[in-house]
């Protein structure tokens, strides 16, 4: 395993992740290959991506972090250069997989840094293992907050609807998202998209299409993507916001792309609000600012990670695990 510095320079002077087509770590998870970048020595940071990308979409936040800290930064199932397993996805699939990284490779306290998919990955990896987790970093995280007036529907399935009316969902599904996959793994249709989330488009290049596109030509990644839209987008309600952070105990940060198209700033503001021990960075950026104003984010994990720990208990830490 790496842990080296591997850089390269970038326009403006940041430093990047060099891409690599063939990954750099892998790691075998419950018969899966699952693919990471470690680099840098210290107290632990983890960052785990949105949905969509990879550990790639961390290029810029990777080498400044590694300067003083171990960072690592994971594909989760069914993204990325991790395998594309046929499975029921669910956010404890993804749960499951970071408190099991954390165990096995990290192999002891550690920060998580998420977004949006990710970032609610995060939340509930901290939850499931609090004894590890010594706080918890969310870029426009994914999640919902509960809502107390909406009741689940318990009635039983008709014979009707189990063998005639679900299968022919389940069909007319297949083939509408079927043709919205090949659309969606379109260089040109990934740029537009990353175009109307970013504010400031000039980090929406080749290195970042790429990151993205090369996973779809997976065998499975037509497969995946139908189970993601159908098992797991489409019941998001399963684990809510405020379930979750009503048993988080560490610190949390919230940096904010207040311009987000899709997750506002409302949203950081009801988490600070349930939550206390949150502290808020708002930033001029989209959906991912960690790549878009990488700068920003960097200086604002490196100050809020200084405070979490003394410097002397991050050394022991380091030198125990």
Known sequence: MCSSLITEPAEGGIMRLPFKSEGYNFWTWRGHKIHY??????????????????????????????????????????????????????????????????????????????????????????????????????????GQFGDGNVKANESEETLVEKFILKPLKESFQRIVLGVLFWQAKQPARIESVLKNIYVNTSNVDDYLVDSITRPTADPNAREVYYRLMTRFMLNQTTYTLDSVLSKLSCPLLLLWGDLDPWVGPAKAERIKEFYPNTSVVNLQAGHCPHDEVPELVNRALADWLSTLTPETSLTDTVKSA
């Open 37 to 142: 970048v470690e680099q840098g020595q210290g107290f632990p940071v983890v960052l785990i991506h949105g949905f969509g990308a990879s550990a790639f979409h961390w290029r810029y936040n990777i080498p400044e972090l590694a300067k003083n800290y171990k960072v690592y930064a994971i594909d989760l199932l069914g993204f990325g250069w991790s395998d594309k397993a046929i499975i029921d996805y669910d956010a404890m699939v993804w749960r499951d997989q970071v408190v099991d990284f954390l165990k096995e490779i990290v192999k002891g306290p550690a920060v998580l840094v998420g977004n949006s998919l990710g970032g609610f990955t995060a939340l509930v990896t901290a939850v499931g293992l609090p004894e590890q987790v010594v706080g918890v970093a969310l870029l426009n995280s994914a």
